[in-house]
């Protein structure tokens, strides 16, 4: 199985072809949020140097967020258009799970991929590696600075961090509770997205063009802006204004 993978959920964008599991090529841009001009570019080379063409895909495969709004769009928007073209299944995979298998090296331990949400707040679950496989202990959520050092100490053991909050969030925790992360596994990886979503695959999971949808977990910039103006507070589920995809954030 050809699985293209696709991620633009922050500064980094990346995309890679591999097949049953296995590398073929992966591109990765980390100069900033240029995802409209880099993704596609990357995606035809990949195609071209490995004489395929989006034909010869079985599965797509995107990050669906959290992380940048218009980065997320654009992964989701790109997947969507090569598997309609298809008529080949898509996947859309958590940010937070892809990052924790980057660190996926059999040592074992806690893994907490951490995202900058700004405001004081990260992107953030925590995972385990044991034997030899990556077990979710929480679900996809976002945490404040504070939070986010409390849930650490919680588990009174080492941990691993990745994702572009690495900095700010290595910052907030003892020295001795840190294990060091290589610059290169910090940041997204289009290669771990396929791989997330070769396992949901063999689980059963497809999903058709129309129906894959990004995963924000919190509302835009400007409609959190807007509800705080009416002295709403966001999140109120009883707003029926909140469209959750007409703003960037």
Known sequence: MIIY?????????????CEDGRLLSEFTVNGGNTHTENLVPMTSAMFRSLGLTAADIDLFACSAGPG???????AVATVKGLAFGTGKPCIGVSTLEALA??????SGGLIC?????????????FFREEDGAMRRLTPDGVMSCGS?????????EKVRLCGDGYRIAAGL???DTLVPTPERLMYQSAFSVALVALSMYREGVRTADRDLRPSYLRLPQAERDRLERLGIAPGNEKDPTITEERNDG
């Open 148 to 156: 986010l050092a409390e849930a650490c100490a919680a588990y009174g």
């Open 68 to 74: 940048s709004f218009t980065g997320v769009r654009i």
């Open 5 to 17: 993978a696709c991620d633009a959920s922050a500064r980094t964008a990346s995309a890679a072809l």
């Open 113 to 125: 991929p951490v995202m900058d949400a700004r405001r004081g707040q990260f992107y953030t679950a």
């Open 173 to 175: 925790l003892p020295r």
């Open 101 to 106: 298998l980057n660190l996926a090296d059999g």
